[in-house]
């Protein structure tokens, strides 16, 4: 897993609430109804005229399944509930092969943590949020930019999860071709007979090599930062 700049805040549970709901309950009768926009040239509607109407669970369907991320729902036990287009886009699973499966078949089975411990995460603080390696049908790998988050009832029972992943493999991709590019430079400068260091924009010293170490008789650490200044006369 890689793991985000900074915290996102935690999401609604209504929202991911209603949207398990509605996935489940398409059928079901409407709680309240939704007023869909109409043309202003169209004739007003009979009280008995329920064309211009949606029941919640089914635009709350609609909502969910138009989206060009995957969003999927959990049960406790990771079991996978819930299943939109995008998901099946991306995964190359159809709802119908994947709801009933538990959603490890979704990660590859080298990764370094188990993907149970995400879940045990959002679970005790509401949400959980990564960059992490996901495996599709076809046994191929994308990175995927996950938001985990806990659904729970009015009372607080926790009910199970959902998940939004976006497909974040070139962002990954590029992020890891830096970090080689940057350790092999490394790895060069290393050897120089030369002194050599690098600084951010604000002076601090974020790179220095072994040459520099051996000239200034100091630690690694003690150089990193505004430290390096204390050696330059």
């Not at 159809?94 to 979704?106: D, M």
């Not at 076809?138 to 990175?143: A, L, M, P, V």
Request: with cysteine; aromatic share 10%; charged share 25%.
């Amino acid at each position: 897993a890689v793991p985000r700049r900074g915290p996102r805040p935690p999401f609604s549970n209504a929202g991911f609430a209603l949207i398990d709901e509605s996935l489940q309950r398409v059928q079901s009768a409407p709680l309240f109804r939704v007023l869909a926009p109409m043309p202003d040239s169209a004739p007003n509607p009979s009280p008995s005229d329920d064309s211009r109407f949606l029941s919640a669970e089914s635009l709350g369907a609609a909502i969910v399944d138009s989206s060009e991320d995957a969003i999927i729902s959990k049960d406790l036990r990771g079991i996978v509930t819930s299943w939109n287009r995008s998901a099946e886009r991306i995964f190359g699973y159809t709802a119908a092969e994947i709801i009933g499966k538990h959603f490890s078949v979704l990660y590859p089975p080298d990764r370094k943590d188990p993907p149970e411990k995400e879940l045990a995460v959002a679970a005790r603080r509401g949400w959980y949020e990564e960059d992490c390696w996901h495996l599709r049908k076809d046994g191929s790998r994308y990175c995927g930019d996950d938001i985990i988050s806990a659904i729970r009832d009015e009372p607080g029972n926790l009910r199970g999860f959902s998940v939004v992943t976006r497909d974040a493999t070139m962002r990954l991709e590029l992020r890891e071709q830096t970090e080689r590019a940057r350790d092999f430079y490394f790895s060069l400068f290393s050897g120089f007979p030369n002194l050599v260091w690098r600084s951010d924009t604000t002076g601090a010293c974020d790179y220095l090599n072994q040459a520099w170490l051996e000239y200034t008789g100091r630690t690694q650490d003690a150089e990193f930062g505004a430290g390096w200044l204390e050696g330059v006369h």
